[in-house]
């Protein structure tokens, strides 16, 4: 067994290298979302540099790659276009604020609510949109790129057969480019894609007024690139918090995002979040640490400066041949499986989950789909678990309702029809003591049932109610309650 400081510079290789190879990845989609933005590529380069470096540092799960994101270009385009630059600048930086706030205020704990289906869901939808983005590179192409790419594929995959020392899609990438310089075949190459960076981010304040007009401007937009944030980085967060039986904190991880932000406006750059298909990839080929996330932020900016013209020949073949095996590991194969196997309603979420984004390619609406809709069936399926048993006394004075379950607005109403439904007795007692009454909507109903026995002659009485539901309704409804117990005459 190696000892710790054998271990050590060998997770420091690895981790390096891993972030080496997302870097790549990164690349084209980042120059591709900055055209989306409406903003040249050296602005979505420049993000990308600051807050990977930035979140390695602060944010909460590590080996998680942050950069500029297609989902917040999608946000900002408008602003751009009716505004400029400088806008968006400030926007971004409004964002991390927002994002910090949420972090420090513990919002990360809403990621308890999304349940494993969405994710499912996301994860699915998430393949498919990085296998479709890479079509285009695969339409109306010469037969050499399809050799490249199949080639590029079978390196990945059968690399690590034989080696595990340096991750294949790294080696794929170098040997792509060696053939394609070699042989000198008219492909399309990275430089294509735009104008690369000629010089290091620069420090500058947005120059924009500070008047309450601009704040009214940017503020739509700041809100929605940081929930769009939070939510896409809380989902990848999770995600390898799954693929490495690791914990994260959602809440630093909040903030942290935050903070990059904040930076990444200040030094030009777009607003940014998690990299799902870049993150995927870095766990994939051995990133575990801070270090992984740092160096794809270094080795962006090395690659963009330095190293310029050489990565301007690398082939968009090989990016592609990347992108696909890491669609093919996003995929949650299981899920397919599951369909069958889980029960309706959990699969109904996930393929609405995934209908949503693929259609509108918005990871955060169908992430927010998802979520109502396990919500709403969750509601569903536990207002069906209420019962209501009606039994009269001997002597057919007294008529007992028991009720067994959660009454709460999806249930409230079920619970008043099937009380008002049973035969009519001068006392009727009401007997909760085997439910709990949760919201306004239960004390509502069972006050408009009280009111219809009375008006009928019925005395009804209230009995059983637990600690919880007897605060509630003693906030919400004292007459209902009594002062000295729960009875209603």
Not at 54 to 69: E, K, L, N, P, Q
Not at 169 to 174: D, E, H, R, S, T
Not at 480 to 487: I, Q, W
Request: aromatic letters at 6%; hydrophobic letters at 55%.
């Amino acid at each position: 067994m190696p000892s710790a400081s054998d271990s050590r510079p060998r997770a420091f290789l690895r981790d390096a290298l891993a972030g080496l190879v997302s870097t790549f990845a990164l690349i084209p989609e980042v120059i591709a979302f900055s055209y989306v933005a409406g903003v040249p590529p050296q602005v979505g380069l420049y993000a990308s540099f600051v807050i990977a470096l930035v979140i390695a540092f602060t944010g909460g799960r590590t080996a998680m790659i942050s950069a500029a994101a297609g989902s917040i270009a999608l946000v900002v385009g408008s602003l751009v276009r009716t505004h400029g630059l400088d806008y968006l600048l400030a926007a971004t930086v409004l964002a991390g604020l927002i994002q910090v706030v949420c972090g420090l205020c513990r919002l990360g704990i809403l990621m308890r609510f999304v349940s494993r289906s969405v994710v499912a869901g996301f994860l699915n939808a998430l393949a498919i949109l990085i296998f479709a983005a890479q079509l285009p590179e695969l339409i109306g192409v010469g037969w050499s790129v399809y050799v490249l790419v199949a080639l590029g594929v079978a390196i990945i995959y059968g690399l690590p057969r034989i080696t595990s020392a340096v991750p294949s899609p790294l080696v794929a990438i170098l040997v792509l480019t060696l053939i394609s310089i070699g042989l000198g075949l008219d492909i399309r190459r990275v430089g294509d894609l735009g104008d690369l960076p000629t010089s290091l981010p620069a420090f500058a304040l947005p120059a924009v007024p500070l008047t309450l007009e601009t704040l009214r401007i940017i503020a739509p937009y700041a809100f929605a690139i940081a929930f769009v944030g939070i939510l896409e980085s809380l989902m990848t967060a999770s995600v390898v918090d799954e693929m490495t039986g690791t914990p994260s904190n959602k809440n630093r991880e909040t903030s942290g995002l935050g903070i990059a932000n904040v930076a990444a406006g200040l030094f030009g750059g777009i607003g940014g979040c998690a990299m799902i298909g870049q993150t995927v990839s870095n766990v994939k080929y051995g990133g575990r640490g801070r270090l992984s996330t740092a160096c794809s932020g270094i080795f962006l900016l090395l690659l963009m400066v330095v190293l310029k013209p050489w990565v301007a020949q690398i082939p968009m073949a090989a990016l592609v041949a990347v992108m696909i095996t890491v669609s093919i590991a996003t995929f949650s194969w299981s899920s397919l499986r599951d369909v069958v196997r889980h029960p309706k309603l959990s699969s109904t979420v996930m393929l609405a989950t995934v209908a949503v984004v693929v259609a509108t390619h918005n990871l955060a609406l169908g992430v927010g789909v998802g979520v109502l809709l396990s919500g709403l069936f969750f509601a569903f399926k536990v207002s069906q678990l209420v019962r209501v048993t009606s039994t009269l006394s001997p002597d057919g004075a007294t008529r007992t309702d028991t009720v067994v379950g959660q009454i709460f607005f999806a249930s409230a109403d079920a619970v008043a029809e099937a009380i008002d439904a049973a035969p009519a007795a001068p006392v009727v007692r009401i007997d909760v003591g085997q439910a709990h009454i949760w919201d306004v909507s239960a004390i509502g109903a069972l006050e408009r049932v009280a009111g219809r026995l009375r008006a009928r002659g019925s005395r009804v009485e209230l009995i059983g109610l637990n600690e919880a539901s007897a605060s509630i309704m003693g906030r919400l409804s004292p007459d209902m309650a009594g002062p000295s117990g729960p009875l209603v005459g």
